[in-house]
């Protein structure tokens, strides 16, 4: 059980694109998804906490209108990234939250902007 | 001073080897206290959890809290080189508002043959 599943999993685009990425709660309906992004041997950084039917909480320094994020349904969130530029690009991983609080981690989404 | 301390690594045992992950934290406040498995290139797996101080066993792993001195452990029995991967520790103050996560920057662990 916990199965959290990310698409696309790697994407390559040009710059000033956008591009989204989907993270869906398998077998269990998530209130809460998280959003990460990771680069080369670092750790986790937290880029916003996705409620569903609510607006986003983002991060300090995180841009809101960069980074769109909707929650439609408990079993749904999606990461748009807009007018993506080269250094956007990075290992993007989203989580969802159970009912026991703890959170499950998709397999991540590789995006590289050329 | 970050609010989660984790030595990097690499750390390196030959197969068979008891291996030990460390993480120390400066936030009291913190609850709930959590190891992640990443391999190369994937989102981090679950593998063990825990809400209190003292020690939660799961086959080869075992967690140990200790709340007084701000430490936690993650212990790997009879390391196989499938373990080889990097190990992230993660807290969190179970505010009920989204249980963000305060991740530490990872164990690189790399169990030889």
């Known amino acids: 059980g916990a199965v959290v599943s990310q698409h696309p999993s790697w994407v390559i685009c040009k710059s000033g694109t956008s591009v989204k990425i989907e993270c869906r709660s398998l077998?269990?309906?998530?209130?809460?998804m998280f959003w990460y992004r990771q680069f080369p041997k670092q750790s986790l950084m937290l880029m916003a906490t996705?409620?569903?039917?609510?607006?986003?909480?983002?991060e300090q320094g995180v841009e809101k209108d960069k980074f769109l994020i909707n929650h439609a349904s408990l079993t749904l969130s999606t990461l748009t990234v807009t007018s993506a530029h080269p250094e956007d690009s990075s290992f993007y991983i989203c989580?969802?939250?159970?009912?026991?609080?703890?959170?499950?981690f998709g397999p991540g989404t590789r995006l590289l902007v050329l | 001073q970050k609010e989660v301390e984790q030595d990097p690594g690499p750390l390196s045992v030959p197969e068979g080897a008891i291996v030990s992950l460390n993480c120390t934290y400066s936030?009291?406040?913190?609850?709930?206290f959590m190891w992640y498995r990443q391999y190369s290139r994937k989102g981090p797996e679950l593998l063990m959890y825990?809400?209190?101080?003292g020690n939660k066993e799961d086959g080869r792993f075992t967690a140990q809290v200790d709340k007084s001195s701000k430490y936690i452990s993650l212990f790997i029995r009879d390391s196989q080189p499938s373990d080889s991967a990097t190990y992230l520790c993660?807290?969190?103050?179970?505010?009920?508002?989204?249980?963000?996560?305060?991740f530490g920057t990872g164990t690189q662990l790399k169990v030889e043959l």
């Open positions: 996705s409620n569903e039917g609510s607006k986003a909480t983002y």
């Open positions: 077998d269990f309906q998530a209130t809460t």
């Open positions: 825990t809400y209190s101080s």
């Open positions: 989580s969802a939250q159970s009912e026991e609080e703890t959170q499950y």
């Open positions: 993660a807290m969190s103050l179970l505010t009920g508002g989204g249980n963000k996560l305060t």
């Open positions: 936030n009291s406040a913190f609850q709930y």
